[in-house]
């Protein structure tokens, strides 16, 4: 877990991919390279916890190598919430943004649908916990890039063709 002093600048903490971050107070956390890889916010505003993931593959049970449970947004998100409940947020209060699942190649078969899927799981294991997802944005061709502002919940989305947007 992340934490930074109050009245201090933002401390930049970076999630990189099959990875996540939980983190309180005035910290910004950040990850890149969201093509078809989804990255899923999660925040709790009432707490002061915000937590950041960026899987690659919508289950656990596609891999092949050694399990990296954030490598996966089935058992990914239940690490994260996990970790997150153990920092003193409350499920209840969770709030989730989803970003990426691009689809980058133009292939018709499933594996061109790796992008889908990831958001579609993460619908699907947010739901079960009864989390609610209070904003997407998904699909499309382009890559993304990720801030999470810990304080405020606010997660500022950057894309080469459309600039940087807040959610």
Known sequence: ???????????LVRVGVAEYEVATGDVVL???????????ALHDRSAGVGGLLH???????EGREAHTPAKYVDTGVADLLSTM??????????RAKLVGGSRMLDFSDEAGRIGDRNAEAAEAALSETDVAVV????????????????SSGDLHVRTVTDGESVI
């Open 55 to 61: 899987a690659m593959l919508p289950a656990a049970a």
């Open 30 to 40: 950040s990850t890149s390279g969201l093509g078809s890889c989804l990255g899923i």
């Open 1 to 11: 877990m992340s934490e930074s002093a109050p009245g201090a600048e933002p401390r």
């Open 85 to 94: 409940v153990a920092t003193g947020a409350e499920p209840g209060r969770l």
């Open 135 to 150: 904003a997407r944005d998904v699909g499309g061709s382009h890559g993304r890039s990720v801030r999470l502002d810990v």
